[in-house]
C-alpha cells in the first residue's frame, strides 16, 4: 500500500538581530512570513545591505551563508548591548554550574512560557580554568587583551563560584547556566530550541590542547591509543607533566590565544592563527552553542558522575554539532517537568571532530526561543521525542551517539564511534520512514546514495555522529 510521502518543514522561523531596535520588528515578521519569506523580502528590499552597517554584530545570511558574524564592535559586557531576547538570563556564581548539568529536580534559575524568547550570556570556560590560573584578567592579559576587554562576568566566576567544589582532573570545564523552567514542559514532550541569534561578546577566543583528552589522546596506562605510535600522540608525550605535578598548571596542557579580526571583502569574522614562519592562517567564524539540553538524570548530589557536564546524554547537553548555529533548531526529549533547559559551552568555530579537544571556545550573548511540542502535534519530528534531533534550513539532523545513556563513567576516549554512526543511521531510517514516509529498504538506499554521515565529535568520552538529509531532495 503506497501513500504519499509527508515533507514537513518544522523550522518555521527564525530571525537574526542586528541592532538595539529592530529585533522586535525582526522577531514578529520572521513569526508571521517564516525565514526564508522574510529574507526574501529583505533581499528585494535592500534591507539586507543596509542592516549590516558597521558596528553590527551579525549580518542577516542568505540560507547559504548562515551565521555570517563580524568581529564585535565593542565588548558585550553583562547587561550592555543588543539583549534581544523577552527574557534576559546573566552568569553569576548562582546561576550556573561549573562542570555539571542540572538534574531533573533541580531549582530553575528562571521560568518562562513555551513560546518565549531568551537572551543568555553564555561564557566561555577558557581562560578561566586551573591549567590557566583561574584569573582571566591575569591569562588573558599575557596575550595582549586589557582589563577592559576581559568580560566582568568571567572574572566574578573565576574569583567567587563556591556553589561546588571544582576539581580540574574529575569536573567538566563548561560553565552551564540554568536551569530554565518552560511552563507545560512534561516528560515525553520534546523541547524545541530554536536558535535566533548569537552575538560574539569579546574579540578573542582559545583553542585548548589537553593531555590525556582529544583524538591523539596518550592512555591511562602511559601507551599509545591504537593507531598510532606515542610519538604521535598529541600534546607530545616528553610535555605532559601530570605525573609528577599537583598544580593543573604545570601539566602542560596547550592553549592558544586566537584573535578575531574582520578580513576580505564580506568584513566577516575570521579566526587567526599564527605559522611558524612569517605568514597566518585565517579561518572563518561558525558561531554556536555546544552545549544545550533538557535535564535528564536524577542524581544523589549537583556533582554527581551522572551529571557531569562533559557526555551528551539523551537529553543533549554537549552534542558539539558545528550546524546547530543562528537559525536552527535542536529538539530535545523532555525528561523533567518543565523540561529545564540549560547552555553553555560557546563556539566561535568549529570542525566536525573537535579532534584537538576544544573548538574555537569564545563567549556569545546567544538568544533562543524555546516551544514545547506534545505528542501527536507534528511539531517535532517524531525521532525526537526519545533522541536528539537536529534542523537547519537546508537539512534535517538525525544524531547517533556511542553512550547515549552518559552512564559509561569516565573511560578516556575509548568510547566506540562505530556505535555512535549506527544509531545514527537507524534515527535516519526512522525518521525517513515516520516522517517522510519512504520504505526502510528504500531509505537505506538514500542514504548510502546521498546523505552524509558527519562526525561531530571525538572528545567528549561519549562520541557522536549526524546525518545530512538535505532538504532539496525532498522538494523542500
Avoid at 380 to 406: C, K, M, Q, R
Wanted: proline share 8%.
Amino acid at each position: 500500500m503506497s501513500h504519499e510521502p509527508r515533507v514537513p518543514n518544522h523550522l518555521p522561523s527564525a530571525s537574526t538581530g542586528t541592532s538595539d531596535e529592530l529585533p522586535a520588528v525582526y522577531e514578529a515578521l520572521a513569526s508571521r512570513l517564516g525565514r526564508r519569506g522574510l529574507l526574501r523580502i529583505a533581499a528585494g528590499l535592500g534591507a539586507a545591505g543596509g542592516m549590516v552597517a558597521a558596528g553590527t554584530q551579525v549580518a542577516v545570511a542568505a540560507p547559504s551563508r548562515p551565521g555570517a558574524v563580524s568581529r564585535p564592535g565593542r565588548v558585550l559586557q553583562p547587561g550592555k548591548g543588543p539583549i534581544h531576547g523577552q527574557h534576559y538570563l546573566r552568569a553569576t556564581p548562582d546561576t550556573v554550574r561549573w562542570g555539571y548539568v542540572p538534574a531533573r529536580d533541580a531549582e530553575p534559575a528562571l521560568r518562562i512560557r513555551s513560546g518565549e524568547t531568551l537572551t543568555v550570556d553564555t561564557v566561555s570556560h577558557e581562560g578561566l580554568l586551573e591549567d590557566q590560573g583561574r584569573d582571566p584578567v591575569a591569562w588573558f592579559g599575557e596575550h595582549g587583551v586589557g582589563e577592559e576587554q576581559v568580560l566582568r562576568d568571567a572574572v566574578d566566576l573565576a574569583r567567587d563560584y563556591t556553589r561546588t567544589p571544582r576539581s580540574f582532573d574529575t569536573d567538566g570545564p563548561h560553565v552551564v547556566l540554568g536551569p530554565v523552567h518552560v511552563t507545560g514542559a512534561e516528560p515525553g514532550d520534546v523541547l524545541k530550541v530554536e536558535t535566533l541569534s548569537l552575538l560574539p561578546r569579546v574579540p578573542y577566543g582559545v583553542v585548548s590542547s589537553r593531555h590525556g583528552k582529544g583524538a591523539l589522546a596518550r592512555t591511562r596506562d602511559g601507551g599509545a591509543p591504537d593507531g598510532i605510535t606515542l610519538d604521535e600522540v598529541m600534546p607530545p608525550v616528553a610535555a605532559d607533566g601530570r605525573a609528577s605535578a599537583k598544580d593543573p598548571e604545570q601539566y602542560g596542557n596547550v592553549s592558544v590565544f586566537t584573535p578575531i579580526r574582520n578580513g576580505g571583502g564580506s568584513g566577516d569574522g575570521h579566526g587567526v592563527l599564527p605559522l611558524e614562519g612569517p605568514g597566518e592562517v585565517t579561518f572563518p567564524l561558525n558561531p554556536h552553542m555546544g552545549l544545550m539540553g533538557t535535564a535528564y538524570a536524577d542524581a544523589a548530589s549537583l556533582t554527581d558522575p551522572l551529571l557531569n557536564s562533559i557526555p551528551p546524554t539523551l537529553g543533549g547537553g554537549n552534542i558539539d554539532i558545528r550546524h546547530l548555529g543562528s537559525g536552527s533548531a535542536f529538539y530535545l526529549p523532555v525528561h523533567a517537568d518543565g523540561a529545564l533547559f540549560h547552555t553553555g559551552d560557546p563556539h566561535f568555530a568549529m570542525g566536525n571532530g573537535e579532534v584537538a579537544l576544544t573548538a574555537l571556545e569564545g563567549s556569545l550573548r546567544t538568544t533562543f526561543r524555546l516551544t514545547v511540542c506534545k505528542p501527536g502535534s507534528g511539531d517535532a519530528p517524531s525521532v525526537a521525542y526519545h533522541y536528539p534531533f537536529g534542523e537547519t534550513d537546508e537539512a534535517w539532523l538525525p544524531i547517533g551517539l556511542s553512550d547515549p545513556d552518559g552512564a559509561a563513567g569516565d573511560r578516556g576516549q575509548l568510547s566506540d564511534l562505530d556505535v555512535a554512526m549506527r544509531r545514527a543511521v537507524v534515527n535516519a531510517l526512522d525518521f525517513l520512514q515516520s516522517d517522510l514516509g519512504m520504505s526502510r529498504p528504500v531509505a537505506y538506499a538514500y542514504l548510502s546514495a546521498a546523505a552524509d554521515f558527519e562526525v561531530s565529535q571525538v572528545v567528549d568520552r561519549t562520541t557522536g555522529v549526524h546525518a545530512v538529509i538535505r532538504k532539496r531532495d525532498f522538494g523542500q
